[in-house]
């Protein structure tokens, strides 16, 4: 009797001892947050010192460590040590080809319902492309289309990779040699921006990469779910509902 009132007196008073400080575990193992955050400015050291700042667009928002994944040790073991980019860079170019992918996804989700759809023939089928959907598309357009599709994405991801070798751990994360930059490149713009421009630019491009991720990824599931395209969405949402049309708003005019 004595030995069980003992304990849970024990158990009692541990509840009120404070907290031991360990180091924050998360799923891809131990990850030390001791730097402010400006995405997470509740949190006093709110993300990893991988994120000092230095890429366009870091605002210190990894809650779950990511940036701490050793990716450049993994590159560094096919080719010569420290012959590649760091392991932010490899998540930035990561986040960046992706991005584009979502913003040329998210064209296409629109287009269709506002410009309209290119006209069929005998051979593909006079309505092979009418279908404003994309989810609906993809099984009506004929394979020959999809395999160009597939073609010209392979083709910038080659040359991707020629160019993620060739610069190393100099690399510009996402630099396809298009427009201003460094090395050798095509420039048919004749882009020309003061460092403190190009790099307000490069802001501008990621941070239109996530939002279209996100929308990509939401124009996407409500296409899947509702079966119509966006425009129908959005008209829909537009006209004033029946309901109200005919009990009107039931307040007094001018309130």
């Not at 287009?111 to 069929?120: D, I």
Request: charged residues 20%; contains cysteine.
């Amino acid at each position: 009797m004595k030995l069980t009132l003992a304990l849970s007196l024990l158990a009692s008073a541990s509840a009120f001892a404070p907290a031991a400080k360990t180091g924050v575990s998360t799923a891809l193992g131990p990850v030390a947050f001791d730097r402010p955050s400006a995405a997470l400015p509740f949190a006093e050291n709110g993300c990893p010192a991988t994120l000092d700042g230095s890429l366009p667009g870091d605002v210190g928002f990894d809650p779950v460590g990511f940036s701490t994944t050793p990716i450049q040790s993994w590159f560094d073991s096919k080719t010569a040590p420290g012959n590649s980019m760091s392991d932010v860079k490899w998540l930035r170019e990561a986040e960046v080809t992706h991005g584009r992918i979502a913003q040329l996804a998210v064209v296409g989700f629109i287009y269709p319902s506002v410009a309209g759809t290119f006209p069929g023939n005998d051979w593909t089928g006079v309505d092979a492309y009418s279908y404003k959907n994309p989810i609906e598309e993809i099984s009506h357009v004929p394979g020959e289309a999809v395999a160009q599709i597939i073609f010209a994405m392979s083709l910038i991801e080659f040359r991707r990779v020629i160019l993620i070798s060739r610069e190393g751990p100099d690399r510009l994360p996402g630099d396809l040699g298009l427009g201003q930059g460094p090395n050798e490149r095509i420039n048919p713009f004749n882009l020309d921006y003061s460092p403190e421009e190009f790099y307000e630019k490069q802001v501008q491009e990621i941070k239109h990469c996530r939002l279209a991720m996100l929308g990509a990824f939401g124009l996407f599931c409500q296409a899947a779910n509702s079966g119509v395209d966006i425009g129908t969405q959005i008209g829909g949402a537009l006209v004033r509902p029946e309901a109200v049309a005919k009990a009107g708003y039931f307040l007094p005019e001018g309130i």
